[in-house]
């Protein structure tokens, strides 16, 4: 039996309300697309909707449930969360004006901010709790399998971010080019960007289950 469509609508108008929540996420596509302009930061959209198609696939066959029980496995994932949040950190911190808009091995860049989005979503273990709070609350055993519709909820949730995380990647991207017409304020930039991924990663490894 197919997901009833109001139910999907609201499901729908829920993952949007949550992906304009200030959080983790948004905040790093924001600040991404702010470095390095909207392309960048739809990449990272990209990466970051890869990630939560694995948090989907956990969720969907019960793998979450193991960092829900495990606390230490929760710890382990968000320790390393945080450190590769650190590097990002430090990197930004570190890096001069005239970095930002190299145009040499773009591919590559490409690449390492698609593996961004992907690192910064798969090693947030709230992500995957999360999620097995928030999509059970819309399946129903009277419509089939729990996993097919899981799965099906997690698409629209993946859409929808994918929507709203698109729009907050051009709105960063036109602040950077308003900011980045003079090396001083690239500067400023690198450290606000260094500042908050400095901060998620301390929110990160403080949070509790």
Request: hydrophobic fraction near 55%.
């Given at each position: 039996?197919l997901?009833?469509?109001?139910?999907?609508?609201?499901?729908?108008?829920?993952?949007?309300?949550?992906?304009?929540?200030?959080?983790?996420?948004?905040?790093?596509?924001?600040?991404?697309?702010?470095?390095?302009?909207?392309?960048?930061?739809?990449?990272?959209?990209?990466?970051?909707?890869?990630?939560?198609?694995?948090?989907?696939?956990?969720?969907?066959?019960?793998?979450?449930?193991?960092?829900?029980?495990?606390?230490?496995?929760?710890?382990?994932?968000?320790?390393?969360?945080?450190?590769?949040?650190?590097?990002?950190?430090?990197?930004?911190?570190?890096?001069?004006?005239?970095?930002?808009?190299?145009?040499?091995?773009?591919?590559?860049?490409?690449?390492?901010?698609?593996?961004?989005?992907?690192?910064?979503?798969i090693?947030?273990?709230?992500?995957?709790?999360?999620?097995?709070?928030?999509?059970?609350?819309?399946?129903?055993?009277?419509?089939?399998?729990?996993?097919?519709?899981?799965?099906a909820?997690?698409?629209?949730?993946?859409?929808?971010?994918?929507?709203?995380f698109?729009?907050?990647?051009?709105?960063?991207?036109?602040?950077?080019?308003?900011?980045?017409?003079?090396?001083?304020?690239?500067?400023?930039?690198?450290?606000?960007?260094?500042t908050?991924?400095?901060?998620?990663?301390?929110?990160?490894?403080?949070?509790?289950?």
């Amino acid at each position: 039996m197919l997901i009833p469509t109001e139910t999907i609508a609201a499901f729908f108008l829920a993952s949007v309300l949550l992906g304009l929540a200030p959080g983790p996420d948004n905040i790093f596509v924001l600040t991404q697309s702010a470095l390095h302009g909207r392309s960048a930061g739809l990449i990272v959209v990209m990466g970051l909707c890869t990630g939560l198609l694995v948090h989907t696939t956990a969720v969907s066959f019960g793998v979450a449930a193991i960092f829900q029980a495990s606390a230490a496995a929760f710890t382990a994932l968000k320790l390393i969360g945080g450190a590769y949040l650190l590097y990002l950190a430090w990197g930004a911190f570190r890096a001069s004006a005239r970095e930002l808009h190299t145009d040499q091995n773009s591919k590559l860049n490409n690449r390492r901010l698609y593996a961004r989005g992907i690192i910064m979503n798969i090693t947030n273990p709230k992500v995957s709790i999360f999620f097995l709070a928030f999509l059970p609350q819309f399946v129903s055993p009277d419509r089939g399998r729990l996993t097919l519709q899981l799965m099906a909820l997690g698409g629209v949730f993946i859409i929808a971010t994918l929507l709203v995380f698109s729009g907050i990647a051009v709105l960063g991207g036109s602040l950077g080019e308003w900011l980045n017409r003079s090396p001083r304020a690239q500067r400023i930039i690198n450290w606000i960007a260094g500042t908050v991924f400095a901060a998620l990663a301390l929110k990160l490894i403080t949070t509790d289950r």
